[in-house]
């Protein structure tokens, strides 16, 4: 709910208080969640109505929301219980403990068993604990003020104990200042006016009798809330003159347009002059000449203003050959009627190789073949994608490191590497802006050909500079940046001076949308928490505060003649939404149907024209139609597109970039865009044979930007290229072009590292008694590393936020702690006599990191991640559990693989197995759930592999993993199972091989056997984008495929991290894979060490995928 309407509540709260409407004033409280009333909550435990209390808590929690949460009603509820067996009612008392009571044996099951044993005595004071109870009324109140500490203390009640301080009747007094407005507005404003209802607008008659139609709604008033009694005009009411609205398309997103601010002037509502009200408020049927900057729309239109020319681009680059709108009005038709499918670019006609992962594109406004890019190790280029020339490379560096803050400086110097979040030409072209991972913003200016020049450095924000754009508020040039710092800015263009900061998110600020509506000038901002906030370039704070779909990281953008506004966003799960927003209400209009429901990064999106929107999502390209939400038609681009690409259109729309999973860039086109490819290669071949210097470089840049573009700048930083083969020559000496597949196959070689210099690697610090790693994994917030040795010890890494880590994340750079709590306790399993080799240690993490359910042949044990302390212990066995997996919609589910071979559904809560699976005819060793298809997949010590569906539990489908000649069953291998980020692919792990099977009928899609020489694979893991496989190895090496094609494109060397001794044969038991940074792994060592890897910078690569033909077939491997 949004702010305004969270703020329209409180007045409604005040409104019933103050008529006397107790009841209803508390069941808006609960139902709302705005505000915990403590004096009604302890005048109802203060009376012991325990029904009351439990419903009115429900509105702001539940029990197992937070360890405070549960304490509160725990508390009820034993009290409930103690005065039931104070009054001897016994059967009161059992049905309280077994309803009530009983969910909390789940958390302390001791607890639990003592509170039994109370209804043996004959007095529950008995209990040594219990000896000081007084009487009901003393126990009551000691209890409510340890209630009223733990809601004061507990994170869900913040900011819901304090009403905000309003004076009396404010809900009147707003209805009476809107009646006054709407009688300001009257064309015949009578002295005595005799307002009867709150229905409909109010308007005076006619003099003459004739009625007069009210004026058109305000889109920002809202509807207004019936009220009683409220007395009518006066005849001399204060009739204040009130500030001119903002555009109606914006008014509806705005709690607070009566700001004053530069371009909007305070005066009578709506009037350029102050006889023009009702002209005002008529609809235009033909285009104004005055030059009026609003026009009030009528309630029941979605049209909003139109603007007279792409925004951000000034009268002086109006005569370039850029794609101008015309001009149109409330109720003219859109012009694309004639637009098909035929037109969407979906034909791919070029490919080119980047050489790192794509993050972020833009064409050129003017040059619509040429493509801006940025890559994720900081380097930015820009092609002529109709020649496929690479004119211009810049890698990642600082221009003036004295002049950056003493937090970048200290980041720089533990790791010189960035990568970039945004690249953006300016409105004209002249400018072209990169916002990078690390503070950094720099601007080029660009004068065609390979003439790219320093123009601005800006220390920009603490942290990533997530976003970056151009805005021209009254035609000055301006940068708008936002950044995990929380903050919006705005720079000059030119000088680089701070214009602007605008606070106001709770939270990382993910992206910026600039853009004006005749002469409003605004700027969109969303956070990483999904919050939508709208900004004027003043210092009056935000004029939005919306949520967006998802609630979390998501993108705003217009059409290309600035009508309509579009966002596109995926929450945390992993679900993805594409909405068209009504601007004059502030809601969403429209929800567009057909992406993905666990998309695994943020999708992202652009407009097509004024007829088309396109997103990345689930390996493919989607197009839709602006005015049908079914989903038109989609493109796999021929394969190799990555889960959520990045793409971007062209202003013509006839060129469409996407990334591809080999670092490299896929242009769609349509017919008039392969046109214009063609024309441009022919173009380039004429130029590459005239003599050197003959093709002239003259500057695209327009005097709009006002630039003096001759000024004295800093030099950047040489660019170089390397060849595949190591060559190394810089840009002036080689032209890049792309070699055709045939070259690739003779110069791609695979990356062997064999010493310390070549990786980046750090042993975590250990003080416990060594033993070896049998499980690791990552936290999924990715800032620690969880560990259980063999001896059934878990050890948890955590890595601080500072100066050098900012983010607080995992990385090689900085040790992090070997995390104790001050009680000491170690989180350990039971376990039980017999031989270690036959136990199958296993864990499994809950996703919000607060629990972790392990077992080490002995009893399961739930432990608490914060405190260590064991939760409870379930399942002795035999069988031993030996795999462990969380139900992905529900984490009291869990399923657990067995030693008798049988796989067990657990509900936790209710302490009750709820299915069990046989299917194995040896212990199953992994266990991996599959959201999309609702599928459980097993994998056992027997090499077969079985599917269960999730809502019956019934089998689907088995097949036997194929061992390849030569390598004999090992009845205590461990065959492992993950699924792809698709959610249908699942990787097979086995001593002998790693497979790629496709669920739910497990067809065998690819398989890789290693050569003899590299040992036994003893683990293998999905890089978290699952655009990689890290493999670890008997003989100390790690194995880095590309996971499509399970083809080798890296081998680590253990002499590059493992610690030369002859006399120990150490090697990695175990691996996981970092859950935000690609190229970041772990392994888990047998002499008990846990060593962080990460590439070296700033490559920050495992190798280049070899090409397909020179790698190995489906069938065969490579070590």
Request: hydrophobic residues 35%; charged residues 20%.
């Amino acid at each position: 709910m949004s702010s305004l309407s969270r703020e329209l509540v409180f007045l409604i709260l005040q409104f019933l208080d103050e008529e006397k409407f107790k009841e209803t004033v508390h069941r808006l409280e609960k139902e709302s969640g705005f505000f915990f009333n403590m004096r009604y909550f302890e005048d109802s435990v203060t009376a012991g109505e325990w029904d009351d209390v439990e419903k009115y808590l429900s509105g702001f929690t539940k029990v197992d929301d937070n360890r405070y949460s549960m304490k509160i009603f725990f508390e009820i509820r034993k009290q409930k219980y103690l005065e039931a067996l104070d009054k001897k009612d016994h059967a009161k008392a059992v049905e309280i403990l077994v309803k009530e009571l009983k969910v909390f044996s789940t958390f302390n099951e001791e607890l639990f068993k003592e509170i039994t044993m109370l209804l043996t005595l004959t007095n529950f004071r008995e209990n040594e604990q219990l000896s000081k109870y007084g009487d009901t009324k003393s126990a009551r109140g000691i209890m409510l003020g340890e209630l009223k500490k733990l809601i004061e203390a507990n994170p869900l009640f913040r900011d819901k104990l304090q009403f905000p301080s309003l004076k009396n009747s404010r809900l009147r007094t707003l209805i009476n200042q809107s009646l006054n407005w709407q009688h300001q507005l009257c064309k015949n404003p009578r002295p005595n006016p005799d307002i009867k209802t709150l229905f409909v607008d109010h308007t005076c008659g006619h003099p003459n009798g004739a009625h007069v139609p009210s004026p058109a709604t305000n889109h920002l008033m809202g509807s207004v809330p019936k009220v009683g009694g409220f007395p009518p005009l006066g005849a001399h009411g204060p009739f204040q003159p009130t500030p001119a609205p903002l555009t109606t398309s914006l008014a509806g997103w705005m709690p607070n347009p009566s700001a004053s601010h530069p371009t909007v002037s305070a005066g009578p509502i709506g009037l350029g002059a102050p006889n023009s009200a009702v002209s005002m408020l008529k609809r235009p049927r033909s285009p104004p000449t005055n030059g009026l900057a609003m026009d009030y729309q009528t309630a029941d239109s979605d049209s909003v203003l139109k603007r007279p020319r792409p925004f951000g681009i000034s009268d002086g680059v109006n005569n370039l050959p850029v794609n101008v709108m015309p001009v149109t009005y409330p109720g003219h038709s859109h012009a694309h009627a004639t637009d098909s499918t035929d037109d969407l670019p979906k034909n791919v006609s070029r490919v080119l190789s980047q050489g790192s992962a794509i993050k972020s594109m833009d064409f050129h406004p003017v040059q619509q073949t040429m493509l801006l890019v940025g890559t994720n190790l900081g380097d930015i280029a820009i092609w002529e994608v109709g020649s496929r020339d690479k004119l211009v490379s810049r890698s990642f560096k600082v221009w003036d490191l004295a002049a950056c803050t003493v937090n970048l400086q200290a980041s720089l110097a533990s790791e010189y590497t960035a990568g970039v979040n945004r690249v953006v030409w300016s409105p004209d072209g002249g400018l072209l802006g990169v916002a990078y991972s690390k503070h950094i913003v720099h601007i080029y200016s660009y004068h065609g050909g390979d003439d790219l020049r320093n123009h601005l450095e800006i220390d920009a924000h603490a942290g990533n500079v997530n976003d970056l754009a151009f805005s021209q508020p009254n035609q000055q040039l301006c940068i708008v940046t936002c950044g995990e710092d929380k903050t919006i800015k705005v720079w000059d263009a030119v000088t680089g001076n701070k214009l602007h900061t605008f606070e106001g998110h709770e939270a990382p600020v993910y992206s910026v949308c600039p853009h004006q509506k005749e002469n409003i000038q605004f700027i969109f901002s969303t956070a990483v928490d999904g919050k939508i906030k709208a900004w004027l370039y003043d210092n009056m704070g935000s004029r939005v505060d919306y949520d967006a779909p998802g609630r979390s990281c998501t993108a705003m953008a217009y059409c290309a003649d600035g009508t309509r506004l579009f966002s596109c966003g995926t929450s945390k799960e992993g679900e993805s939404f594409i909405v068209e927003w009504n601007e004059s209400e502030g809601a969403v209009k429209r929800t567009y149907l057909g992406l993905g429901k666990r998309s695994v990064g943020v999708v992202q999106f652009d407009t097509m024209k004024n007829k088309f929107l396109v997103a990345g999502d689930e390996f493919q390209v989607k197009f839709w139609d602006m005015d049908s939400v079914d989903l038109l038609t989609t493109t796999n681009a021929e394969g190799g597109l990555p889960s959520s690409p990045c793409l971007r259109i062209n202003k013509e729309g006839t060129l469409l970039a996407v990334s591809t999973t080999e670092n490299g860039i896929k242009v769609l086109s349509n017919a008039e865009g392969s046109r214009i490819l063609h024309t441009m290669a022919n173009r380039g071949l004429e130029s590459s044979r005239a003599p050197p210097g003959s093709v002239a470089k003259g500057p695209i840049v327009s005097s709009s930007t006002g630039m003096n573009l001759s000024m004295s700048e800093r030099s950047g930083p040489g660019a170089s290229v390397t060849a595949m083969n190591g060559e190394t020559r810089s840009l002036q000496d080689v032209k890049p072009r792309i070699p055709d597949e045939s070259e690739k196959s003779k110069i791609w070689k695979l990356t062997e590292i064999s010493e310390r210099s070549q990786l980046r690697t750090l042993r975590l610090p250990d003080s416990l008694l060594p033993a070896r790693v049998v499980k690791l994994i990552y936290t999924n917030s990715g800032g620690a590393i969880l560990a259980l040795a063999e001896n059934a010890v878990h050890k948890l890494w955590k890595w601080q936020k500072s100066e050098r880590n900012l983010l607080g994340k995992a990385n090689s750079n900085v040790p992090p702690q070997l995390w104790q709590p001050s009680s000491g306790v170690i989180m350990t399993n039971d376990t039980r006599e017999g031989i270690i080799e036959d136990v199958v240690p296993c864990f499994a993490l809950s996703k919000n990191d607060s629990y972790v359910m392990s077992a080490s042949g002995g009893k399961i044990s739930l432990f608490n991640m914060m405190t260590f302390k064991t939760m409870t212990t379930f399942m002795a066995p035999p069988p031993a559990a030996t795999s462990l997996a969380f139900h992905p919609q529900d984490n009291n589910i869990i399923a657990i693989g067995m030693d008798d071979s049988s796989i067990q559904i657990y509900n936790v809560r209710v302490d009750e197995v709820k299915s069990k699976l046989k299917g194995h005819q040896k212990r199953v060793t992994g266990l991996a759930f599959s959201n999309v298809l609702n599928v459980l997949v097993s994998s056992g010590a027997d090499s077969q592999l079985c599917v269960w569906s999730m809502d019956g539990w019934e089998k689907q489908a088995s097949k036997q993993i194929q061992i390849p000649s030569g390598h004999s069953p090992n009845p205590l291998a461990h065959t492992r199972v993950q699924f792809h980020q698709d959610q249908t692919h699942v990787l097979v792990v086995h001593a002998s091989q790693l497979a790629i099977y496709e669920a739910p009928k497990l067809e065998s899609m690819k398989q890789w056997i290693p050569k003899e020489s590299s040992g036994s694979v003893t683990d293998a893991v999905y890089s978290c984008d699952s655009q990689s496989i890290y493999a670890a190895f008997d003989d100390g090496s790690v194995s880095i495929l590309t996971a499509t094609t399970l083809q080798l494109k890296c081998r680590i060397g253990p002499s590059s991290y493992l610690p030369s001794n002859p006399s120990s044969r150490v090697y990695p038991a175990t691996i996981t894979a970092h859950p935000s940074e690609p190229n970041q792994f772990a392994v888990g060592l047998t002499d008990g060490g846990v060593h962080v890897i990460e590439p070296p910078g700033p490559e920050g690569m495992w190798g280049i995928s070899p090409p397909q033909e020179n790698g190995a077939a489906s069938r065969a491997g490579s070590g």
